[in-house]
């Protein structure tokens, strides 16, 4: 039996019970996002959106994990416009910017069985952020799929920091597809923190839809992991649409952490920026590859890419492949990658002032990092963040961090 079959073959087993627990909003798309999963497969590594990450092995064997049905949804902490399966929003917004084309997403499309919907409506401003803390905790290996709309309408406002946490050490596998809807004039910023343990594997696939004059602040950062594949896709479909996607990532051990945007800038007058930051130490895996599009009839489109990386050990790998694809001729665009070592002479600079080689590394690798969290324009959480980073880095939060947050 081939891999796909055996979640064919899952699909079947459960499909029932998907239907009779889901509304039809989502149950309408199953069959055809299974058919689209039947007919492409788990993407090869000669497949070049995932040639950095071995899908296959990724999935392989955890089709005999017991599936979530019914999962508990993330629970909001601050702030309160979210409902699970809103039939009017899932009726006008649900899978209509996703692409099935992706395999991962047509899984997802298939298996999920709950959607969180987040709702502005028309000029409603937030005063604060919402935090959604989405806290893995079962007592055997499964798996689960989770599906997040976010709705703003015209000339809203919002602040949302996702936090994905475990709190054991039990295999499991997660995909995840988050639908963002940007209307004109409004703003979102959106920031995603992963504190996973190295036995979990994540696969998030997040689409922006922007409207005229939306602005859109996306911020990643991977500070615990097994294994992630991030993909992020902004498509730029109103003029003056501005899109910030950030990312950072502290990897050790064997993890590995793979970030692929994509940019579409497909009017005129639109403006992206991108920083990507990566420290891979030991054994751990980074790879970023980044696409900025830039459509025929897409003038005066500006767009800067930089992707910037430290291998911080011999064993340590980073891949990296900046992209621009180019159909107009009056644009601003640049990209740019790096990878190298820590700075000899600036370890040096630090050691002779009698700072220990250790705290001098994690010095060096704290301000690296540095710049994409203070990016953020949120003083508290800003804050919070380096306070995270430098303890992950003197090995002061726990590998689980769930569990070192519970006492366990």
């Excluded at 051990?253 to 579409?264: A, S």
């Amino acid at each position: 039996m081939s891999l796909e079959q055996s979640y064919i073959d899952l699909y079947a087993a459960n499909r029932a019970k998907l239907l009779a627990g889901a509304p039809d909003s989502l149950n309408q798309y199953r069959d055809a996002a299974m058919e689209a999963f039947s007919t492409q497969g788990f993407p090869a590594k000669k497949v070049e959106d995932y040639r950095y990450i071995d899908v296959r092995a990724a999935f392989d064997g955890k089709q005999n994990y017991s599936m979530l049905l019914k999962a508990t949804p993330l629970t909001a902490i601050k702030g309160n416009p979210i409902s699970v399966n809103n039939t009017e929003l899932l009726n006008r917004y649900y899978n209509k910017v996703a692409d099935n084309h992706d395999p991962i997403t047509a899984l997802n499309t298939a298996l999920t069985q709950e959607c969180l919907c987040i709702y502005l409506t028309k000029n409603q401003q937030l005063e604060k952020p919402i935090e959604l803390n989405d806290i893995f905790a079962a007592g055997v290996d499964q798996m689960e799929h989770k599906r997040i709309l976010i709705i703003l309408e015209e000339g809203a406002s919002a602040v949302l920091l996702l936090h994905y946490m475990t709190r054991d050490k039990y295999h499991y596998l997660a995909t995840q597809v988050i639908e963002v809807f940007v209307g004109d004039n409004a703003t979102l910023q959106l920031y995603e923190l992963e504190e996973t343990h190295t036995s979990c594997t994540r696969f998030n696939n997040v689409y922006f839809h922007m409207g005229r004059y939306a602005t859109v602040k996306h911020n990643n950062i991977s500070l615990f992991n097994g294994t992630t594949r991030n993909t992020i896709k902004a498509y730029l479909k109103g003029e003056f649409g501005e899109v910030t996607l950030n990312g950072c990532v502290m990897a050790d051990k064997n993890q590995t952490v793979d970030n692929n945007t994509l940019i579409r800038h497909e009017v005129p007058n639109c403006t992206s920026h991108e920083l990507y930051k990566y420290v891979v130490d030991e054994q751990s895996v980074g790879a970023f590859a980044g696409k900025v599009y830039v459509a025929e009839g897409a003038q005066k489109s500006v767009s800067k890419e930089v992707n910037q990386n430290i291998c911080a050990s011999d064993e340590a790998r980073m891949y990296t492949q900046p992209m621009l694809e180019i159909y107009a001729d009056d644009v601003k665009c640049s990209h740019g990658s790096t990878v190298g070592k820590l700075d000899e002479m600036a370890l040096f600079y630090l050691r002779q002032r009698g700072i220990p080689l250790a705290e001098a590394r994690m010095l060096l690798m704290q301000a690296f990092v540095g710049q994409v969290i203070d990016e953020i324009p949120i003083t508290s959480l800003c804050d919070r963040l380096h306070i995270m980073i430098e303890q992950r880095l003197k090995g002061e939060l726990d590998q689980c961090v769930g569990c070192a947050r519970c006492n366990k």
